[in-house]
């Protein structure tokens, strides 16, 4: 029972102080400042993306899409970081979400998206310290890989994209995401000295490949030129982090009527049918066929990299039937907010991931000086559930790179520990 008290006041506690951070981000108080080189306008390529740059009054899905996205174009600055004076900083937890990735479904009898995998630091987008990430890569063969980690690729290294397979643009996202960090908690608050330890890194991933390079690229340049014989990667099987913990038939029953919630309002969409049934004449397939094909995930990839939506000698498919399906995802996330089921999934699918991270702050507030900085490297599917648990309905679905920080500070000359859950880089 004090167990499970400890538990909840703590994970009230995070979810108050993150919708008060994700609260400033929402009124617009965050300033972002222009980058100079990091822009995307292939000459090559039809543009299919307006440049959008400030939020609709309504909900439009060209904009949310674009927002999904997250092409590395401007100069991100959140709330992170920011504590009273006489408070310092102790340990940060992040939780990643994996970058731009090439997509998981191909729509069938269309060309796939023509996307070039390898690394050029000369095109864009592009990061100062890609190349000297590149090559360290090529180093990492004194790394402790977990399990299946040590036979994936640390980079991405395909002329033609395979399916899932992170680009270069989802590399770029997560060194601009390192850089930001390291500004903030090693520069600014001195969370790791340059002699900092194996011992105080904790390191997860899924074992997928662009998790794992993810991770690789955000750590590269929170610690430039890293000691590979310092880091370990373990591997998680889970997407939820559920590790050992994963049997729960009632979370099981909760996902399975969430899903039964989503198929009634989709076959309840006329509009979305129509575009169904438009799509599949275009491509020359059962209508039923294009939907199992989740075409919102090879369109997203076309969108995302500027490049013309696919044709046949029957038509094109056209930004018309790329809104249609938008509109409704967005739909759909909206309605997933207002029934709950997914939050009584969600409250239950991220119970071992937040147990473990109260854990790991309970030993911090007792003076460990292990774990201070924890990476996680995951999916939407883990980010997402995180963020419903913590009662944060206002964010967005977690796009390309979205971070989420749990950061603690103990106030100077005080055994006081505060437990601060900060969100950023979810919602704007």
């Known amino acids: 029972m004090l167990f499970r008290n400890r538990f909840l006041f703590l994970l009230a506690l995070a979810a108050l102080l993150a919708f008060l951070s994700l609260s400033l981000q929402f009124l617009h108080l965050i300033p972002v400042n222009p980058i100079r080189e990091d822009g995307l306008n292939p000459k090559s390529r039809k543009r299919i ?92 063969s004194a790394a402790q890989m977990d399990g299946p980690l040590s036979s994936l690729p640390r980079y991405p290294s395909h002329s033609l994209c395979e399916m899932g397979e992170l680009t270069q643009t989802g590399v770029v996202q997560h060194l601009r995401n390192g850089q930001l960090l390291r500004e903030i908690y090693i520069n600014k608050h001195k969370l790791l000295l340059s002699d900092w330890t194996a011992k105080q890194l904790y390191l997860e991933t899924t074992g997928k490949s662009r998790t794992l390079q993810s991770a690789l690229a955000l750590l590269y340049t929170f610690l430039p030129d890293f000691d590979w014989k310092k880091i370990t990667m373990r591997h998680q099987w889970s997407t939820i982090f559920c590790s050992g913990s994963c049997d729960c038939p009632m979370r099981n029953h909760y996902l399975e009527e969430e899903q039964r919630r989503q198929y009634s309002l989709r076959v309840k969409n006329n509009d979305l049918e129509k575009i169904y049934v438009d799509m599949a004449k275009i491509v020359g397939i059962p209508t039923r066929q294009l939907r199992a094909s989740n075409p919102i995930d090879s369109l997203l990839c076309y969108f995302c990299h500027n490049v013309s939506f696919p044709c046949t000698k029957t038509g094109c498919i056209s930004m018309e039937h790329f809104k249609v399906i938008k509109r409704h995802q967005l739909e759909d996330e909206r309605e997933r907010q207002e029934k709950k089921l997914y939050f009584f999934y969600a409250l239950l699918a991220t119970h071992p991931l937040l147990n473990q991270t109260v854990n790991r702050l309970q030993r911090i507030a007792e003076g460990k000086k292990e774990e201070v900085f924890v990476l996680y490297s995951a999916h939407d599917v883990t980010l997402s559930p995180v963020l419903s648990a913590l009662g944060i309905t206002e964010a967005r679905f977690p796009r390309f790179a979205a971070r989420l920080q749990m950061v603690s500070n103990r106030r100077t000359n005080a055994e006081e520990v505060l437990y601060v859950c900060v969100c950023s880089h979810v919602l704007c």
Do not use: W
């Open 49 to 140: 993306m307006p440049d959008l740059l400030t939020e609709p009054p309504v909900i439009d899905p060209v904009y949310e899409a674009r927002v999904y996205c997250n092409i590395p174009t401007i100069a991100e600055r959140s709330m992170e970081g920011h504590a009273p004076h006489y408070f310092k900083l102790v340990s940060v937890q992040v939780l990643i979400r994996h970058g731009d990735r090439y997509p998981l479904y191909a729509i069938p009898k269309t060309k796939r998206p023509d996307i070039d995998c390898m690394l050029v630091p000369s095109r864009k987008p592009s990061h100062p310290q890609l190349e000297a990430f590149i090559k360290q890569m090529s180093k990492g």
